[in-house]
């Protein structure tokens, strides 16, 4: 993180920050915590909107590990969009030992519920439950600043 200055071209030339946010598993195995502070340092060095470029997870552990990418999502208002990629991975087939990559969100109805939430808190704004429900309620409360505001997506 601390050589990225050196391949900045300027606030001029970036709107935005890309990053990946994959727990490939296995012996990569990240939890959502491994990654919030290099999006926070992220955001605080260069002081731009980030967005994740592309997001997945391994089938074991994917229920926690999408619910607290949910958490983190609501406490990052600065996130502005969220790509979740199912397609398969580069990254896991030269790896040896990654975890299993190859299931789809679609069929497993835990996991849509989630990642419905997450979409769901993107277009309208985060649960504003006084438990802190984030298992994929269905009844969304629009939280102004949210990580639901892509105007920066819409030119």
């Known amino acids: 993180m601390r050589n ?21 598993g296995g012996k ?19 002081h731009k909107p980030l967005l994740i470029t592309e997001t997945n997870t391994q089938y074991g552990g994917r229920v926690r590990w999408l ?5 983190m999502l609501r406490r990052t ?5 969220v790509a979740w990629s199912q397609l398969p991975s ?3 087939a030269q790896m040896r030992q990654a975890g299993d990559l190859h299931w789809d ?8 519920a989630v990642l419905r939430g997450i979409i769901r808190d ?3 704004g985060p649960e504003a439950s006084p ?19 892509t105007s920066i997506l819409h030119r």
Not at 77 to 81: E, L
């Open 122 to 124: 993107g277009l309208e």
């Open 90 to 92: 580069r990254g896991a």
């Open 4 to 24: 990225l200055r050196l391949y900045w071209p300027g606030n001029k030339y970036v709107d935005a920050l890309g990053s990946t946010v994959i727990n490939f």
């Open 77 to 81: 208002p600065w996130i502005k969009a």
């Open 67 to 71: 619910r607290d990418f949910r958490q």
């Open 131 to 149: 438990q802190g429900n984030v298992t994929g309620g269905d009844s969304p409360t629009r939280i102004p600043g949210s990580f639901a505001d």
């Open 28 to 46: 990569k195995l990240y939890a959502i915590s491994d990654f919030e502070p290099r999006l926070r340092a992220l955001h605080r060095q260069f």
């Open 105 to 112: 969100v679609q069929r497993d109805a835990a996991s849509a």
